[in-house]
T-cell receptor
């Protein structure tokens, strides 16, 4: 079946511009996660959705970052006024249920963001 | 989150078994031990997880120490496709997110 998809696969933007990254989770998955992977910081958690609500936003690095999820499906991560340090691979994952620490997260291929 | 410690890198010959260690001395009783791997230019993928007993699946085996303070991921017959960064992660009750450490970069020698 279809896995997690993300778009665009690559994005080059100028410093100060806004960008939107999209994630389509596996159909039926209620939980959705955003992570980012950069050379300096490794793989780090950003935000988690259960349905359309975000009970954990603790990883968002600043108020320039926001995310929403609609219809319990597609999610958009928005970065406003991009900075060069935002350059990274942004990864989305989804999972089917909350089984007290057991559920598998399925990752998409990521969006590679480069801020010039 | 309890911390895990893994070697930065390991090498193995193709078609031989690989044992990837992970130390987690501060693990709590409700923490599950998860392993994910990340192949070059791809997102992470799930490998295996366990709580107390050893686990086997089509990809690998997970051997968990009796005191649960360490575990070993076993690839029974490494192939070139197994070259990746392997992450050992602890997940407890109510902990939805994955907290990645630096992982072990596994190189397979043809």
């Amino acid at each position: 079946g279809a896995g997690v998809s993300q778009s665009p696969s690559n994005k080059v933007t100028e410093k100060g511009k806004d960008v939107e990254l999209r994630c389509d989770p596996i159909s039926g998955h209620t939980a959705l996660y955003w992570y980012r992977q950069s050379l300096g910081q490794g793989l780090e958690f950003l935000i988690y959705f259960q349905g359309n609500s975000a009970p954990d936003k603790s990883g968002l690095p600043s108020d320039r970052f926001s995310a929403e999820r609609t219809g319990g499906s597609v999610s958009t991560l928005t970065i406003q006024r991009t900075q060069q340090e935002d350059s990274a691979v942004y990864l989305c994952a989804s999972s089917s249920s909350l089984a007290v620490g057991q559920e598998t997260q399925y990752f998409g291929p990521g969006t590679r963001l480069l801020v010039l | 989150d309890a911390k895990t410690t893994q070697p930065n890198s390991m090498e193995s010959n193709e078609e031989e078994p690989v044992h990837l260690p992970c130390n987690h001395s501060t693990i709590s009783g409700t923490d599950y031990i998860h392993w994910y791997r990340q192949l070059p230019s791809q997102g992470p993928e799930y490998v295996i997880h366990g709580l107390t007993s050893n686990v086997n699946n089509r990809m690998a085996s997970l051997a968990i120490a009796e005191d649960r303070k360490s575990s070993t991921l076993i690839l029974h017959r490494a192939t070139l496709r197994d070259a990746a960064v392997y992450y050992c992660i602890l997940r407890g009750f109510g902990n939805e997110k994955l907290t990645f450490g630096t992982g072990t970069r596994l190189t397979i020698i043809p």
